[in-house]
């Protein structure tokens, strides 16, 4: 039997052809997926897939966590299913996602009107893991616009104190920190000022 690490949960997914499993990091969110998919054989295969984009540093990282237990967890599964368990499971590249609605808003540099800096309104995020989440999905952006860029949290509470967890991904990752408006305002209005200087 398999215990998963006390940072790693999962969830079950019925899939029109069979079932995926998917695996979350308490810290950097959505890590991978088991897929058992019925082949027409009778047989069922087994693949994994590592979630982000292949040119993300951070998907490295979520594959360094989720290949060892992509691994062992197939190999489990292939014996319990009949088969030999004959070297590693295919990892494969996951799917294009539909394109999912992410608020996030561009500032302007007020000297020449390019981009200065991205925030990203993680509408949704729980947790570190949840961030992680929204900067994965927005990567592409991310890199395209390279400016610096913010992942938010909602507030925590009402108000102009209501702090919320930021988590800066671009051009350089920062901890999570947990800032007011008024706080993070004023951090964005210094870097917004430098943009053309």
């Not at 360094?64 to 299913?81: T, Y």
């Not at 949840?130 to 994965?136: F, K, N, S, V, W």
Request: hydrophobic share 40%; proline share 10%.
């Amino acid at each position: 039997m398999f215990n998963l690490p006390p940072d790693i949960s999962y969830n079950k997914e019925q899939l029109p052809n069979g079932f995926a499993f998917n695996f979350r990091h308490s810290q950097l969110g959505n890590i991978g997926r088991i897929l058992l998919q019925e082949r027409p054989d009778g047989q069922t295969q087994i693949l994994c897939e590592v979630v982000g984009d292949p040119d993300d540093p951070m998907t490295a990282k979520r594959a360094a966590i989720f290949k060892p237990i992509g691994i062992e967890l197939s190999n489990q599964l292939d014996v319990a299913l009949g088969g030999k368990a004959q070297g590693n499971p295919t990892f494969v590249d996951p799917p294009p996602k539909s394109i999912e609605k992410i608020a996030s808003k561009i500032i302007p540099c007020p000297k020449s009107g390019r981009p200065a800096a991205l925030l990203i309104f993680a509408d949704y995020a729980e947790d570190v893991g949840g961030l992680e989440d929204y900067a994965r999905l927005m990567y592409s952006k991310i890199v395209e616009l390279d400016v610096p860029t913010w992942v938010i949290a909602p507030p925590e509470g009402t108000g102009r104190n209501a702090a919320a967890n930021i988590l800066k991904v671009h051009p350089k990752r920062e901890p999570v920190c947990k800032l007011t408006p008024d706080e993070f305002n004023q951090r964005l209005e210094r870097i917004v000022a430098k943009h053309c200087i």
